[in-house]
Every structure is written in structure tokens, then in C-alpha cells.
């Protein structure tokens, strides 16, 4: 039974890609990157997850995020799309 788990939810890990940060970009701005786990994604697939982690970031200081920009990269025949978004908390 345990081994199910650990497998669907390495699958689940697989399917929805990663997502790092913030870090800082100075004066109160910050950007959030996610990646795709698959080569020849779009990118697309991966802002919800940089704004969803932006949106974490700031309620834990009791704020809101205000996205100032949104970047996707298209993923090549062996790179995986990615997505950053730069934000503030206000």
C-alpha cells in the first residue's frame, strides 16, 4: 500500500513540475521561477504555479501579491518551458 503512495505521488511531483523562490530582486520586488518536467512544453502551464507561490509569499506577511511582469520560455527538443513572474506585496 505504501509503495502506491510513494508512486502516485512521485507521478503527481512529475506531472506538475517545480517551482522556486522568491528571491529578491531589491526594493520589495521579487521573482518566483517554475519549471516543467517534460522537454517541449510551452511554459504556459507553469505561471499558475509562479503566481500561486508568489500569492503564498505574501499572505504570510499578511499582504497580497501584485504581479508586475510575466515571462514564459518555450522548452526545446531536450529543455522543459518554464515561467518567472516578478512581483511586490502589497
Do not use: H
Not at 15 to 37: F, I, K
Not at 46 to 57: C, E, L, R, S, T
Not at 64 to 85: D, M
Request: net charge positive; proline share 1%; aromatic share 8%.
Amino acid at each position: 500500500m505504501k509503495f502506491k503512495f510513494v508512486v502516485a505521488a512521485a507521478m503527481v511531483a512529475l506531472l506538475t513540475g517545480c517551482a522556486g523562490g522568491p528571491e529578491s530582486l531589491g526594493n520589495g520586488r521579487y521573482v518566483v521561477a517554475a519549471q516543467s518536467m517534460w522537454a517541449g512544453t510551452t511554459g504556459e502551464g507553469q505561471i499558475g504555479d509562479a503566481v500561486k507561490k508568489a500569492n503564498q509569499f505574501c499572505a504570510k506577511q499578511g499582504k497580497e501579491a501584485v504581479v508586475e511582469n510575466l515571462n514564459t520560455t518555450r522548452g526545446g527538443f531536450q529543455t522543459a518551458g518554464a515561467a518567472s513572474v516578478i512581483f511586490t506585496c502589497k
